[in-house]
């Protein structure tokens, strides 16, 4: 199955869509393994995979993202 779907057309893996569009040099392809709870757990790798310069300094509960943060709502403490 793909897993992105871009302008009507599906990509089996990022680098199927870097290649034909340029677009996601920096993403990160892997399960997130979320919970129900939707927080990411340490083993994901959406951990420390985030983007440092979008400029927002805590998560939804106040915890300060690490450099580079989780991807999410939620900063994952204690890394991959």
Same mark, same amino acid.
């Given at each position: 199955?793909? %897993?992105?779907?871009?302008?009507?057309?599906?990509?089996?893996? $990022?680098?199927?869509? =870097?290649a034909?569009?340029? $677009? =996601?040099?920096?993403? %990160? =392809?892997?399960g997130?393994? $979320? +919970?129900?709870? +939707?927080?990411?757990?340490?083993? +994901?790798?959406? %951990?420390? +995979?985030?983007? /440092?310069? %979008?400029?927002? /300094?805590t998560?939804?509960?106040?915890?300060?993202?690490?450099? /580079?943060?989780?991807?999410?709502?939620? =900063?994952?403490?204690?890394?991959?």
């Amino acid at each position: 199955g793909a %897993v992105v779907r871009f302008a009507g057309v599906d990509y089996p893996t $990022l680098v199927a869509l =870097e290649a034909a569009h340029g $677009l =996601e040099v920096h993403g %990160v =392809e892997g399960g997130a393994r $979320l +919970s129900r709870k +939707s927080r990411v757990p340490p083993p +994901s790798s959406a %951990v420390g +995979s985030g983007d /440092p310069n %979008v400029g927002i /300094p805590t998560d939804f509960d106040g915890t300060p993202y690490r450099d /580079p943060p989780t991807i999410g709502a939620f =900063e994952v403490q204690g890394g991959r």
